[in-house]
């Protein structure tokens, strides 16, 4: 019996099962929130899509798991592709589970702590400047990869549907575990870095019968999909100035179907800043989910609405955590200073024990 993302193979592209390339993706929890922030938000109930489960700790590992699936199916050479890190990861730690190998292009801030992860599971990597800060950059380089990879025999794991649609229907099976776990939710909400992520949610919902809307949250220093729905059909934030990793793109790679997304799905979009995400972030530390600040975005989204009247008492809502907290070292410390754990001598071990039930109580 094939368990997680794989039990809707009847939905995926056609894969031998001997084929197969899987290191458990899928079948992540929600959790349930809605005692911790259900007051503040003011809804019905409020749950968490536990993607930073994955065994990647991104949703990025459901896109790598078809990707090098269709790879060994098609006896290709493996994968060439572009990222800001948890998609190379992805990429890095499938290539290695299927014996293939995996070329990266990624941003020339790429976080260091994904950098070392895409290195350390073999894969091949290239920072390119401009690469999601600049919206020509940006396109250029994708669309010379895709080119330049196909030429050599290389499938593209770039994540859009633009460019490998059939991998990106990984994506889907979000919606379809969230249609069985939580079938009355009325808004999903949901981070917007390219937009693939957003327009294989929504492409997963058609199928199942629900229809909740979607509501698709980006940093107000790179917010293209709000530009593409006011009338800017290549969905171009400009200058990118966020600096959340993962959400750092300049232009959408999947415009049309996340704009289709919030307009069949009757959501809209929220700009946060950084700081706002930030604080989200650390809200959901205090929780127990320890995210890096692109997992915390759809929070931040929500809470956003909520402070503007958005949202309904009887909304059922789902946020996704898209991505671990081990992710970007520098976040973390920005949580948590390391002069918040002085060095002490085992002789003030008491005096600190009483002084931090103190500071707890």
């Known amino acids: 019996m094939r368990h997680g993302m794989w039990r809707y193979a009847d939905r995926l592209p056609v894969v031998s099962p001997r084929n197969i390339v899987s290191l458990g993706e899928g079948g992540t929890p929600v959790l349930d929130l809605t005692g911790v922030f259900g007051g503040e938000i003011g809804v019905s109930s409020l749950v ?20 090098y699936s269709l790879v ?3 006896g290709q050479a493996g994968t060439v592709g572009t990222s800001s890190g948890n998609g190379g990861a992805a990429a890095a730690a499938y290539a290695a589970a299927a014996g293939s190998r995996s070329i990266l292009f990624t941003l020339a801030d790429t976080v260091p702590a994904k950098m070392a992860e895409i290195l350390a599971m073999g894969a091949t990597a290239c920072r390119v400047d401009g690469v999601g800060h600049d919206a020509v950059s940006t396109r250029t380089v994708a669309d010379m990869i895709a080119a330049h990879g196909a030429q050599r025999g290389l499938a593209a794991m770039l994540t859009a549907f633009h460019y490998a649609p059939e991998a990106m229907l990984g994506v889907s099976t979000i919606a379809f575990e969230l249609a069985e776990q939580e079938p009355a939710l009325t808004a999903v909400y949901v981070p917007v870095g390219g937009g693939g992520l957003l327009t294989g949610i929504h492409q997963g919902y058609l199928g199942t ?19 593409a729905l006011s009338g800017h059909p290549e969905g171009i934030a ?22 289709s997304a919030i307009r069949r799905s009757g959501g809209h979009t929220v700009e946060v800043s950084d700081a706002e995400i930030w604080a989200a972030q650390r809200r959901l530390a205090r929780c127990g989910l320890l995210v890096e600040p692109a997992g915390a975005t759809a929070l931040a989204g929500l809470i956003a609405d909520a402070r503007t009247g958005a949202l309904r008492p009887e909304d059922r809502i789902a946020i996704l955590l898209t991505g671990a ?14 002069d918040n754990a002085p060095v002490i001598s085992p002789a003030e071990i008491p005096v600190q024990l009483d002084a931090a039930l103190r500071r707890s109580g």
């Open 48 to 67: 968490a899509k536990a993607e930073d489960r994955n065994p990647t700790g991104s949703f990025k590992a459901r896109i790598a798991s078809v990707a």
């Open 72 to 74: 060994k199916e098609r």
């Open 209 to 227: 019968g629900a229809s909740p809307r979607l509501v698709g949250v980006q940093p107000t220093g790179s917010a293209a999909l709000q530009r």
């Open 238 to 259: 400009g200058t990118v100035k966020t600096t959340v990793s993962g959400l750092q793109m300049a232009a959408l790679y999947d415009v049309d179907g996340a704009v």
């Open 325 to 338: 907290g081990y992710k970007d070292r520098d976040a973390l410390r920005r949580l948590s200073p390391t």
